[in-house]
C-alpha cells in the first residue's frame, strides 16, 4: 500500500509499505478513506519529536471503513464507516478510567508517533473498541475528519479548559486551524464577547466569519491594552493559548481577569516566564492538556444537529498520491490560506 | 488606645492613638480582645508591600467585641462577640457575589494594609455585616483567631484550590504556619498520603504530630526522587506551595502527576519559570488565590464539631504591651519555634 | 399613586395609594416604568398564596428609575435606570452567602406578597444594592422586565438546575411563558434535540420559532412513546417540568434516561406519585427550586451581546390604568394568545 | 464444583455444578477464596427479582484467584488475586464512557442475577479486565470483600450523591449494613454532625462505636421533631435513605433543609408520595442510583491508608459448606446481630 513516511528531520517520501495486520485481539485494520496533516506532523518532520522514528508512517486523524477486526473487539464490524481518534485509549488503565485517554498507560497518542499512522491505505488501531467511533448513515463523512483531532482539541483544551460561561468573555491568541476550533466550539456556550487575536489578517478575517466578536492584529496594535479597555480594565474570563510561545503565553497572563482562566492549547518549545509576584493574589487557573478525545461522541451529536458545522475548516483536497502537494500547502499556510486539507486515501 | 505602627522599612513602635469612630452606614467598631501577627505584617515591615502607607496600624487578624454599630449594620448587635475576617467583603459587586471577596472592588484586604488594622485596642471595620463573623458561646475563643486568615487561607488556596480529594496524594512545600494549616485542613478530605517538604526539623516533627505521613528534609535528600519513588514514579494528585520562591514552584511542577493540580499559596516576590515544554501535555492545572475568607461559617462548624483543632498552631501568648517582643518572637520562628502567637488586648 | 391591590380571592382593583417611603437604610424607592403580569399573580387572585393579605399591592416584575436611596444604598444613585429583581436578598445571611437568594433569611420572595409590589407607580424595595441591577445605555429597555423573574425562573431552575449540556437531547413539558423562557436559555448549550410538549397548536409553533427542534400535542399523540422512540429507546437527558401538575411529572420521570435529570419549575398545588419502584435503580436526578435570579447579570450580558432576544416573549401593550384589561388578557391566554404582557406605568 | 443455587421463590440449595469455562475472550474465571452475602440475595429468594432465573447461582461480592483468563484479557494474569466487582462493566458502550458502569448496555449486575455469581468454587467474570481490581501484597484481604458492593454503595450512592460536605448535617436512615456503610465513608468528607436513625437499639449503639453523632430510636422518638430541633429548625443538608420503604423517604423529604440534598440507596417495592406541592420552592435535589462499583480503586487506597476499616462491617464466618446456615443468620439479623457475614470457599 502507498504511505507518507517520515526518513527523519526534514526528510519525507510517499512509499510502499506492506498492508498491516492484526497483531493483538483488541486491533482493528482500518481502510482509510479520507485523513488529513497536522501541525505536529510538521513538527515530527522538523526532528521536534523525539519518540517519532524515522520509517514511521505519519498522521494520527482520519475516516475509514473496517477491513478486520481481532477476536477482543465487539463494538465495530467488517465493512463499518469509523472516525478514527488520534488517541489510543485502551480503557482499562487508571488513566482511561478517569476519562484521561491522552495519559493511557497502554495507549495515547502513538499513532504516527510510535507506531505507523493514517496518512496510508490501510492503518492498524490498538484498543479499536475504545480508539473508534461509529459515523451514522447519511451524514457528510469529511466533516467528520475534522473529529478525530483538530476539534476535540480546540474544545476540551481551549473550551472545557477554559471553562467558556454563558456570557462571558473570551480570548483566543492564534488563529490558526487550532485557534479557529476553539473559535467554534466555544460558541456552544454562548459567551458574550470572543476576542481572536493574530499577525495575519487573513485568518482575522476568517474568524469574524467563524464568529468573533472583536479581531485584533496584534503586529499593529498593542493587543493587552485594546483587550483591557475592552473588558472595562477587568481582562478577561478565559484566555486560550493557541499558538506555543512566551509572547502568546505572556499575553494570555496579562489580559486574564481575577479569578479568570489561561487554557494553553499551544506545544511549547521552551519554558515561559510565569510573574507570580503579580499573579500570586488574582485567583486564576492555568490549565494545559493533550486532547483526550472523550468529547467526539458529544461533538458528532452537534454535527448531526447542525450546531456546528466543521468543513468551515477545511480549505484544500488532494489525492493519496499529492500528499507531498499538499504538505507543501499544509506548511506555506500563510501564503495558500491553508486551514486543514484533506487527502483521499 | 495603643496600637501597633508602621513607620515605613523596618520600623515599627507602640504608640497612642485615638479610638476610631463610624465612618459609614456599614461599619462597626470592634473591640479588640485577641489578635496574631502574620507572615504578610513582615512582608509590610520588610518595606516590600508599597500599598500599606507609614503611620498605619498592622494586623488583619482577631477577635473581639462590637463597640458600636453604623445605622446600616443588622446582622450584629453592641456587645456581641466576633470573629475579624482579613478580608473586607461589601457582598454587593460583582466579585463578591461570586464568593470572590478577595477582590471585592469595594474592599478586600484593606486592614491593616490601606487602613488601620486589628493590632490595637479597637478597629473599625467597614461592611460589617460581611466581613465579621458570631462566636457561639461556650467555645474556647482562642482558637478563633486562626479562622481570620491562617485556616481559610490554607483551606482555600491550598486545600480547596488543590482539589484534594479521598485516597488521594498530597505534598505540602513548606511545613510553616500556613503549610501546616494547609495539612490541618487537607484531613477533611482523608487523602491516603500527605507528604510535607521543609529545610527545618523541628517543623518536620510538627508536621508529623499533625498528621503528615511522610516529612521530607530538603536540605538532607533530593525531595523530587523521594517523591516520585513514593507515588511509583507518578507523582502526587495536589501538590502546595506554600513559600513562595522559585525553588519549591518548581518543585511543584516537578512532582505532579499528569492530571494533577498545584495550589500556590506562597506570596513571590519574583517571577518563576515555568516549563510549559513539558507541561503542556501534562493536563495539570495551577491555581493561585488570595484567601476570600468564605469557608470561616465551615470552619467554624468544623471547630465546633472537634474535626479540627487550630490552637494546635499556637505556640505563644503575649500582652498588647509586649507586642514588639511578639514580633521578635514571630519573626525569630526558627530559633523559637514559633508558629503563631497570640496578642492579647 | 395609582396600584393594583389585592382585595380577596377573585378580587382585585386599582386604587389610589399613598408613595411608599423610605423604612430602612438599605431600602431604595423605585418610580417603575415597565411591569408586567405574572402566572403567581393568578395564582394569588385565585386565593392559593396564604402568605399574601388582602390589601397588598401586587406585582414582583418590572423596571424603573431611582426615585430615592437610604443612607445604607452604596450601589444606586437617584435617576439611575434599574431591573427589579422578583427576590428581595440581603446578602448577608448564610442562604444568600450561598447564592441562594429565594430563600434569604431576611428577604426572599416578598415583593407583591407580603410587602406591596411593582404594579404601581412607585414601588419601596429592601435590600436594594442586591435585589436591582443597573440597566446599561442604549439598551432596549422592555426587553429587560423579562429579566425580573421569568427568563431567570426558565434559566435558573430549567436550564441549569437540569444540567443541560452541548449536544444532550431536552424535553420541556409545557409551552406556556415559562417553558419558553427555558426553551430560549436551554440554546445557550447547544443541546442537539429540544422538544417541546403542550396541548396548544399556537404554543407549539411558537416553540418552533423559539428553537425546539420537536413539537408534540400531546393531547393528540402518546407524548412518551413518541419521546422515547425519537432517543433511540433511552430518554432524555433532561426533563423539564414547567406546568406543575401530576401528569406532567409523571410524564418527565416516563421520559428521563439512566443518568439523566429532571428539573422542576412548576408551581404543584398537591403532591404526585414517585415510582421509586422503577427509579431506585436508574441514577436520576430530580431537583426543584425557587428562583434565585443570582443569573441576572449574566442575562443581561446576553442579552446585551444579542445572544438572546427576551422581547420574543412580549406579546401585549397597556398603561397601568389598563391594568384590569391586561389581567383579563393574561389570564386567557389559549384565547388571546398572550405570553407576556407589558404595563407601563 | 459447590455452589449455592436459588430453585424459585424460597428455595434454594448447595449443588454440585460443573466448573464454569471461558466463553469471550474478556472473559476471566476467578477461583473465589472469600463471598458474602447481601440483601439483594434475599429479595431474589423472596421472588422479588424478576431477572434471576431458577437454577441461578447467587452471589455478586468476593475475592479470588485468577484462574484462567481470555485471549483479550491483558490487566490481569493467572494466579494474581483479585477483587470482584458487583458490576460487569464493558467499558466500550456510552454509559461505561461516562462511569455509569451500572447501566453498561453489555453488562451491569448481572452477576447472580442474570448470570451465574459468586457464592461458588468458582465463577466466569465478563469484561475481566475492567470488572477486577488487583489486591496488593500484604492486606488484610478479608476487609476488601467489602469492596464488592457494600462500601461503594454507601459510599456513590448515599456519601457522593448526598454531596456530603465538609462541616455540613447528615442524617441516615436505616442503620442496616448499607447505612452504616454510608456511615463509615461520610466520614471521609468530615461533616459535623451524623445522625443515625433505626428501630434497632443494637444497631444505634453500633451506629456511635462507627462515628455517628446523634442516634435516635424513630419507634420511640419523632424523629423528624428531634432533627429539625437538632439543626435549629433548618433541616440536615444531605438525608441518605437506606431502607426502601415510603415511610422513610417522606422522613428524608420532612428533614432535609432549603437547598440540601436527598440520596436514595434504598430499593423500594412500591411508589412514594412526593409532596412537590412543598418541596418545589424549597431548592432541595432527590438522586437515585445503582452502584457503578467506579469508586472501587480509590476506596482501596483508603483501606490501605487506614483511612477506614471496613472489617467493622463483618460479623460472622462461615464455610462454604455452611452457606446455608450463613444464610440464616444473615437473614435473623435483629436476632443474631449480623451485618455481613464472609464465606470461605
Redesign the interface.
Known amino acids: 500500500m502507498k504511505a507518507l513516511v517520515y526518513n527523519g528531520p526534514h526528510l519525507k517520501s510517499v512509499e510502499e509499505r506492506p498492508k498491516p495486520t492484526l497483531e493483538q485481539?483488541?486491533d482493528a485494520i482500518i481502510k482509510i478513506t479520507k485523513t488529513t496533516i497536522c501541525g505536529t506532523d510538521l513538527h515530527i518532520l522538523k526532528g521536534d519529536v523525539a519518540t517519532c522514528k524515522p520509517g514511521t508512517i505519519l498522521g494520527h486523524e482520519g475516516i475509514g471503513i473496517v477491513d478486520s477486526i481481532?477476536?477482543?473487539v465487539?463494538?465495530f464490524k467488517v465493512g463499518e464507516k469509523v472516525i478514527i481518534s488520534c488517541i489510543s485509549a485502551?480503557?482499562?488503565?487508571?488513566?482511561?478510567?478517569?476519562?484521561?485517554y491522552?495519559?493511557c498507560l497502554?495507549g495515547g497518542w502513538i499513532l504516527g508517533n510510535t507506531i505507523n499512522g493514517t496518512q496510508a491505505e490501510f492503518v492498524r488501531i490498538p484498543y479499536a473498541?475504545?480508539s473508534l467511533y461509529h459515523i451514522p448513515e447519511h451524514v457528510d463523512e469529511e466533516a467528520l475528519v475534522m473529529l478525530s483531532d483538530i476539534l476535540p482539541t480546540g474544545f476540551e483544551c481551549g473550551v472545557l479548559n477554559g471553562k467558556v460561561?454563558?456570557?462571558?468573555t473570551v480570548a483566543i491568541i492564534g488563529a490558526g486551524p487550532i485557534g479557529l476550533a476553539a473559535l467554534l466550539t466555544a460558541?456552544?456556550?454562548?459567551?458574550?464577547?470572543i476576542i481572536m487575536v493574530d499577525l495575519d489578517d487573513n485568518r482575522l478575517k476568517i474568524s469574524e466569519k467563524f464568529g468573533a466578536?472583536t479581531t485584533i492584529n496584534s503586529s499593529r496594535n498593542d493587543a493587552t491594552k485594546l483587550i483591557m479597555s475592552l473588558t472595562g480594565g477587568l481582562g478577561v474570563d478565559t484566555a486560550i493559548e493557541a499558538v506555543?510561545i512566551p509572547a502568546t503565553?505572556k499575553l494570555c497572563a496579562d489580559i486574564v481577569a481575577?479569578?479568570g482562566t489561561i487554557a494553553?492549547i499551544?506545544?511549547?518549545?521552551?519554558?515561559?516566564?510565569?510573574?507570580?509576584?503579580k499573579?500570586?493574589?488574582?485567583?486564576?487557573?492555568?490549565?494545559?492538556?493533550?486532547v483526550?478525545t472523550?468529547s467526539i461522541?458529544?461533538?458528532?451529536?452537534?454535527v448531526?444537529?447542525k450546531?456546528?458545522n466543521p468543513k468551515l475548516l477545511i480549505t484544500h483536497h488532494f489525492k493519496l498520491s499529492q500528499i507531498i502537494e499538499a504538505y507543501d500547502t499544509f506548511g506555506s499556510a500563510s501564503k495558500t490560506k491553508a486551514l486543514k486539507v484533506i487527502i483521499e486515501a
Open positions: 485481539p483488541s481481532g477476536v477482543g465487539t463494538s485502551c480503557a482499562r488503565c487508571d488513566n482511561c478510567r478517569k476519562g484521561m491522552s495519559h497502554n473498541d475504545t460561561q454563558v456570557g462571558a460558541q456552544f456556550y454562548s459567551p458574550s464577547k466578536t506555543g503565553f481575577a479569578g494553553n499551544g506545544v511549547h518549545g521552551c519554558k515561559v516566564d510565569l510573574h507570580l509576584e499573579l500570586w493574589s488574582q485567583n486564576i487557573t492555568i490549565k494545559t492538556r493533550l483526550d472523550i461522541p458529544m461533538l458528532l451529536k452537534t448531526l444537529a450546531r456546528i
